[in-house]
Protein backbone atom coordinates (compact mmCIF):
# COMPACT_ATOMS: atom_id res chain seq x y z
CA UNK A 1 0.00 0.00 0.00
CA UNK A 2 2.46 2.25 0.98
CA UNK A 3 4.39 1.30 -2.50
CA UNK A 4 1.14 2.62 -4.42
CA UNK A 5 0.72 5.68 -2.08
CA UNK A 6 4.78 6.36 -3.31
CA UNK A 7 3.59 5.84 -6.71
CA UNK A 8 0.89 8.41 -6.84
CA UNK A 9 3.01 11.02 -4.89
CA UNK A 10 5.70 10.95 -7.77
CA UNK A 11 2.75 10.79 -10.79
CA UNK A 12 1.25 13.77 -9.06
CA UNK A 13 4.72 15.54 -8.99
CA UNK A 14 5.74 15.02 -12.69
CA UNK A 15 2.10 16.93 -13.48
CA UNK A 16 2.77 19.45 -11.93
CA UNK A 17 6.58 19.55 -12.81
CA UNK A 18 5.08 19.37 -16.57
CA UNK A 19 2.46 21.60 -16.27
CA UNK A 20 4.41 24.67 -14.81
CA UNK A 21 7.09 23.66 -17.48
CA UNK A 22 4.23 24.18 -20.26
CA UNK A 23 2.79 27.39 -18.59
CA UNK A 24 5.36 29.21 -17.62
CA UNK A 25 6.68 31.81 -20.06
CA UNK A 26 7.82 35.11 -20.89
CA UNK A 27 5.66 37.98 -19.97
CA UNK A 28 4.88 40.34 -22.64
CA UNK A 29 4.21 43.70 -22.50
CA UNK A 30 2.24 45.66 -25.26
CA UNK A 31 2.81 49.03 -26.83
CA UNK A 32 -0.44 50.49 -27.78
CA UNK A 33 -0.95 51.81 -31.37
CA UNK A 34 -1.64 55.80 -31.74
CA UNK A 35 -4.53 56.49 -29.59
CA UNK A 36 -4.96 52.95 -28.59
CA UNK A 37 -5.78 52.34 -25.03
CA UNK A 38 -5.61 48.66 -23.23
CA UNK A 39 -8.97 47.60 -23.82
CA UNK A 40 -8.53 47.42 -27.47
CA UNK A 41 -6.09 44.44 -26.98
CA UNK A 42 -8.40 42.70 -24.59
CA UNK A 43 -8.75 39.78 -27.22
CA UNK A 44 -4.88 39.59 -28.37
CA UNK A 45 -4.27 39.65 -24.61
CA UNK A 46 -6.62 36.94 -24.00
CA UNK A 47 -4.77 34.64 -27.18
CA UNK A 48 -1.25 35.62 -25.09
CA UNK A 49 -2.78 34.35 -22.06
CA UNK A 50 -4.28 30.81 -23.24
CA UNK A 51 0.05 30.33 -24.77
CA UNK A 52 0.97 30.88 -21.30
CA UNK A 53 1.98 34.48 -21.05
CA UNK A 54 1.53 36.78 -18.68
CA UNK A 55 0.23 39.80 -20.25
CA UNK A 56 0.92 43.64 -18.94
CA UNK A 57 -0.49 46.28 -21.22
CA UNK A 58 1.04 50.11 -21.30
CA UNK A 59 -1.53 52.23 -20.00
CA UNK A 60 -1.46 54.75 -22.23
CA UNK A 61 -5.15 57.05 -22.43
CA UNK A 62 -6.42 58.98 -25.74
CA UNK A 63 -5.76 62.40 -24.04
CA UNK A 64 -1.87 60.91 -23.47
CA UNK A 65 -1.55 61.72 -26.93
CA UNK A 66 -2.24 65.62 -26.26
CA UNK A 67 0.98 66.18 -24.12
CA UNK A 68 2.69 65.96 -28.02
CA UNK A 69 0.91 69.11 -28.66
CA UNK A 70 3.75 71.69 -27.07
CA UNK A 71 6.46 69.52 -29.51
CA UNK A 72 4.78 71.27 -32.36
CA UNK A 73 5.40 75.05 -31.35
CA UNK A 74 9.32 74.24 -31.19
CA UNK A 75 11.57 74.72 -33.90
CA UNK A 76 12.92 71.22 -33.77
CA UNK A 77 9.34 70.35 -34.54
CA UNK A 78 9.43 72.54 -38.37
CA UNK A 79 13.01 71.32 -38.66
CA UNK A 80 11.95 68.26 -38.63
CA UNK A 81 14.54 67.51 -35.93
CA UNK A 82 12.68 66.33 -33.08
CA UNK A 83 13.67 63.92 -30.81
CA UNK A 84 11.87 60.55 -28.72
CA UNK A 85 13.41 62.36 -25.23
CA UNK A 86 11.32 64.45 -24.46
CA UNK A 87 8.99 64.34 -27.37
CA UNK A 88 7.28 61.01 -26.05
CA UNK A 89 7.85 60.93 -22.59
CA UNK A 90 3.87 60.45 -22.00
CA UNK A 91 5.03 57.25 -23.47
CA UNK A 92 7.90 56.15 -21.92
CA UNK A 93 6.53 56.70 -18.65
CA UNK A 94 3.64 54.49 -19.13
CA UNK A 95 6.14 51.75 -20.52
CA UNK A 96 8.09 52.85 -16.72
CA UNK A 97 4.99 51.97 -15.11
CA UNK A 98 4.34 48.63 -16.97
CA UNK A 99 8.22 47.57 -16.32
CA UNK A 100 7.66 48.19 -12.67
CA UNK A 101 4.43 45.84 -12.80
CA UNK A 102 6.07 43.62 -14.57
CA UNK A 103 9.05 43.53 -11.56
CA UNK A 104 6.45 43.79 -9.03
CA UNK A 105 4.48 40.12 -10.31
CA UNK A 106 7.61 38.23 -12.02
CA UNK A 107 10.65 39.98 -10.29
CA UNK A 108 12.88 43.02 -11.42
CA UNK A 109 15.27 40.31 -13.13
CA UNK A 110 12.03 38.68 -15.37
CA UNK A 111 13.15 38.59 -19.60
CA UNK A 112 10.32 40.07 -21.48
CA UNK A 113 8.73 39.69 -24.77
CA UNK A 114 7.92 43.31 -26.03
CA UNK A 115 5.33 43.58 -28.86
CA UNK A 116 4.77 46.82 -30.78
CA UNK A 117 1.40 47.64 -32.82
CA UNK A 118 1.64 50.40 -35.19
CA UNK A 119 3.92 53.26 -34.84
CA UNK A 120 4.38 51.43 -30.93
CA UNK A 121 6.75 49.43 -32.40
CA UNK A 122 9.21 52.37 -33.06
CA UNK A 123 8.41 53.82 -29.41
CA UNK A 124 9.20 50.94 -28.18
CA UNK A 125 12.50 50.77 -30.32
CA UNK A 126 13.20 54.59 -28.85
CA UNK A 127 11.98 53.17 -25.44
CA UNK A 128 14.64 50.42 -25.54
CA UNK A 129 17.33 52.33 -26.36
CA UNK A 130 16.94 55.81 -24.89
CA UNK A 131 15.21 54.55 -21.33
CA UNK A 132 17.17 51.57 -20.61
CA UNK A 133 20.20 51.54 -21.92
CA UNK A 134 22.48 48.60 -23.98
CA UNK A 135 23.17 46.81 -20.62
CA UNK A 136 19.42 46.92 -18.83
CA UNK A 137 18.08 46.45 -22.69
CA UNK A 138 20.34 42.96 -23.31
CA UNK A 139 19.67 41.81 -19.92
CA UNK A 140 15.91 42.40 -19.51
CA UNK A 141 14.64 42.04 -23.16
CA UNK A 142 14.53 38.45 -25.18
CA UNK A 143 12.85 39.26 -28.27
CA UNK A 144 10.75 42.52 -29.78
CA UNK A 145 8.38 41.91 -32.13
CA UNK A 146 6.63 44.76 -34.18
CA UNK A 147 3.11 44.37 -36.00
CA UNK A 148 2.49 46.78 -39.02
CA UNK A 149 4.75 49.38 -37.66
CA UNK A 150 5.99 51.99 -40.03
CA UNK A 151 9.93 51.60 -39.17
CA UNK A 152 10.95 52.59 -43.13
CA UNK A 153 11.13 56.47 -44.35
CA UNK A 154 9.74 56.79 -48.04
CA UNK A 155 12.68 56.11 -50.86
CA UNK A 156 14.55 59.26 -51.34
CA UNK A 157 13.47 58.93 -54.26
CA UNK A 158 9.92 59.28 -54.10
CA UNK A 159 7.78 62.32 -54.38
CA UNK A 160 6.94 62.13 -50.26
CA UNK A 161 10.61 61.89 -49.27
CA UNK A 162 10.88 65.38 -48.21
CA UNK A 163 8.18 65.28 -45.48
CA UNK A 164 8.92 63.54 -42.96
CA UNK A 165 5.40 62.74 -41.25
CA UNK A 166 7.07 61.62 -37.58
CA UNK A 167 8.89 65.10 -37.82
CA UNK A 168 12.22 63.73 -37.31
CA UNK A 169 11.72 60.82 -34.69
CA UNK A 170 11.73 58.02 -37.03
CA UNK A 171 15.17 59.26 -38.03
CA UNK A 172 16.91 59.39 -35.28
CA UNK A 173 15.67 56.24 -34.43
CA UNK A 174 16.70 54.69 -37.40
CA UNK A 175 20.31 56.44 -37.14
CA UNK A 176 20.56 56.38 -33.53
CA UNK A 177 18.96 52.69 -33.20
CA UNK A 178 19.62 50.89 -36.53
CA UNK A 179 18.40 47.17 -37.00
CA UNK A 180 16.73 47.23 -32.96
CA UNK A 181 20.19 48.32 -31.47
CA UNK A 182 20.73 47.72 -28.61
CA UNK A 183 19.46 44.47 -28.98
CA UNK A 184 21.06 42.28 -31.43
CA UNK A 185 19.43 42.50 -34.71
CA UNK A 186 18.02 38.50 -34.68
CA UNK A 187 15.85 39.81 -31.54
CA UNK A 188 13.61 42.04 -33.52
CA UNK A 189 11.00 40.39 -35.54
CA UNK A 190 9.24 43.06 -37.98
CA UNK A 191 5.37 41.17 -38.97
CA UNK A 192 3.89 42.80 -41.79
CA UNK A 193 0.42 42.19 -43.41
CA UNK A 194 -0.79 41.97 -47.13
CA UNK A 195 -5.05 42.24 -46.62
CA UNK A 196 -5.18 45.36 -48.98
CA UNK A 197 -3.13 45.95 -52.41
CA UNK A 198 -4.19 48.81 -54.24
CA UNK A 199 -5.12 48.44 -57.86
CA UNK A 200 -5.47 50.89 -60.73
CA UNK A 201 -8.58 53.65 -60.99
CA UNK A 202 -10.26 51.14 -63.09
CA UNK A 203 -9.81 48.28 -60.96
CA UNK A 204 -11.09 50.59 -57.76
CA UNK A 205 -14.59 51.86 -59.52
CA UNK A 206 -15.26 48.50 -59.45
CA UNK A 207 -14.71 47.42 -56.65
CA UNK A 208 -17.46 46.12 -54.45
CA UNK A 209 -18.91 49.26 -51.93
CA UNK A 210 -20.76 46.63 -49.74
CA UNK A 211 -19.97 42.95 -49.16
CA UNK A 212 -23.18 42.26 -46.84
CA UNK A 213 -21.67 38.54 -46.65
CA UNK A 214 -18.19 39.79 -44.71
CA UNK A 215 -19.61 43.10 -43.85
CA UNK A 216 -17.17 45.39 -45.11
CA UNK A 217 -16.83 47.54 -48.44
CA UNK A 218 -13.50 46.67 -50.05
CA UNK A 219 -13.38 49.67 -52.33
CA UNK A 220 -13.50 51.77 -48.78
CA UNK A 221 -10.84 49.83 -47.55
CA UNK A 222 -9.08 50.57 -51.12
CA UNK A 223 -9.81 54.41 -50.72
CA UNK A 224 -8.23 54.29 -47.27
CA UNK A 225 -4.97 52.31 -48.44
CA UNK A 226 -4.42 54.88 -51.49
CA UNK A 227 -3.42 57.56 -49.32
CA UNK A 228 -1.90 56.24 -46.98
CA UNK A 229 0.49 53.97 -48.97
CA UNK A 230 1.17 56.89 -50.80
CA UNK A 231 2.55 58.97 -48.19
CA UNK A 232 4.71 56.44 -46.70
CA UNK A 233 6.21 54.41 -49.16
CA UNK A 234 5.65 57.49 -52.22
CA UNK A 235 3.97 54.60 -54.67
CA UNK A 236 -0.03 54.63 -54.69
CA UNK A 237 -0.89 51.77 -57.06
CA UNK A 238 0.24 48.13 -56.93
CA UNK A 239 1.22 48.52 -53.25
CA UNK A 240 0.75 45.75 -50.89
CA UNK A 241 0.18 46.11 -47.49
CA UNK A 242 -2.16 45.82 -44.39
CA UNK A 243 -4.46 48.50 -45.34
CA UNK A 244 -1.78 51.79 -43.71
CA UNK A 245 1.32 50.44 -43.95
CA UNK A 246 2.89 49.15 -46.83
CA UNK A 247 5.27 45.25 -46.67
CA UNK A 248 8.31 47.32 -47.27
CA UNK A 249 7.49 50.19 -44.69
CA UNK A 250 7.04 47.33 -42.11
CA UNK A 251 9.74 45.57 -42.45
CA UNK A 252 13.55 46.00 -41.29
CA UNK A 253 16.88 44.69 -42.60
CA UNK A 254 20.38 44.38 -41.11
CA UNK A 255 19.59 41.28 -39.92
CA UNK A 256 16.30 41.14 -38.42
CA UNK A 257 13.56 38.59 -38.97
CA UNK A 258 10.44 39.60 -41.24
CA UNK A 259 7.11 37.87 -41.59
CA UNK A 260 4.44 38.70 -43.89
CA UNK A 261 0.96 37.61 -43.76
CA UNK A 262 -1.77 37.13 -45.73
CA UNK A 263 -5.50 38.56 -45.71
CA UNK A 264 -4.08 40.49 -42.40
CA UNK A 265 -5.17 44.46 -42.31
CA UNK A 266 -3.52 46.42 -39.83
CA UNK A 267 -6.23 46.97 -36.79
CA UNK A 268 -9.10 45.42 -35.19
CA UNK A 269 -9.89 48.77 -34.06
CA UNK A 270 -10.77 52.11 -34.76
CA UNK A 271 -10.08 54.53 -31.77
CA UNK A 272 -12.75 56.98 -30.92
CA UNK A 273 -12.86 59.49 -28.03
CA UNK A 274 -14.66 56.92 -26.26
CA UNK A 275 -14.60 53.45 -26.77
CA UNK A 276 -13.07 52.19 -29.95
CA UNK A 277 -15.11 50.90 -32.86
CA UNK A 278 -14.60 47.52 -33.47
CA UNK A 279 -14.19 46.10 -36.97
CA UNK A 280 -16.18 42.76 -38.24
CA UNK A 281 -14.28 40.06 -37.43
CA UNK A 282 -13.94 39.28 -40.80
CA UNK A 283 -11.29 42.23 -41.26
CA UNK A 284 -8.82 39.66 -39.69
CA UNK A 285 -5.64 41.76 -38.31
CA UNK A 286 -2.86 40.51 -36.29
CA UNK A 287 -4.71 40.04 -32.86
CA UNK A 288 -7.01 37.75 -34.50
CA UNK A 289 -7.21 33.86 -33.96
CA UNK A 290 -5.97 32.12 -37.27
CA UNK A 291 -3.48 35.50 -37.82
CA UNK A 292 -2.07 35.80 -34.01
CA UNK A 293 -0.64 32.12 -34.63
CA UNK A 294 1.34 32.45 -37.18
CA UNK A 295 3.63 34.59 -35.58
CA UNK A 296 3.29 33.68 -31.83
CA UNK A 297 5.83 31.34 -32.09
CA UNK A 298 8.50 34.07 -32.39
CA UNK A 299 7.44 35.23 -28.49
Partial sequence: MRGITTLVCIIAALGRANGSAVA???????????FGVPKDYATLAALL?????????????????????????????????????PTLNFYFEALDKTFAAVDAECGPDASVTLIGHSIGGWAIRAYVGERLGTERAQKRVARLVTLGTPHNAPPLSSPVAAVDQTRGLLTYINDKFPSGKPLAPEQLVCVAGRGTTTCNFGELVRSSAWDGDERRSKLLERLV??????????????????GLIPIETATLTGGCGSIVLDDCHHSGFIPTALDSIVLPDTYKWYGSEGIFEQWADHL
Avoid at 225 to 242: I, K, R
Wanted: aromatic fraction near 12%.
Fill in 24 to 34: VRRPIIIAPAQ
Fill in 49 to 85: ESRGHKVFIAPLTRLCWLRIAPATFTAAFWQARLEPT
Fill in 225 to 242: ALPSYFALSGSAFGVAGD
